[in-house]
């Protein structure tokens, strides 16, 4: 099972700003997942929970509001997506994540 994050890096301004990357399954299956943050009083996601088609690809939105320069990360936790499901939350609180995917977080 793999999932990829274009790029695998976010910087963006202390000041705020956003920055859009793109979530790949690179497997023939549907995969399912949620993002958590470190910081997320700084930092909103959009989508937070999703699904990704096999071989496919979802765009992520990063967005950060004002505050003090630092480190933070998102963790991506993916699995393979039940077959019926249509609600990505309800959905991902019945598996168990198979895989993640961790993105730095630079505000500078």
Do not use: W
């Amino acid at each position: 099972m793999s999932m990829t994050a274009d790029p695998p890096a976010c910087t963006v301004p202390a000041a705020g700003g956003s920055s859009t990357h793109k979530l790949v399954n690179g497997t023939p299956e549907k995969l399912i997942f949620k993002i958590k943050s470190s910081n997320n009083t700084e930092y909103r996601i959009t989508p937070v929970f999703g699904f990704i088609d096999g071989s496919g690809s979802k765009d992520v939105v990063i967005t950060r509001t004002a505050g003090a320069p630092k480190e933070d990360k998102l963790v991506i936790h993916f699995a393979n997506a039940p077959a019926d499901a249509t609600d990505a939350q309800a959905a991902f609180a019945t598996v168990t994540p198979a895989g993640t995917i961790t993105i730095p977080l630079t505000a500078q």
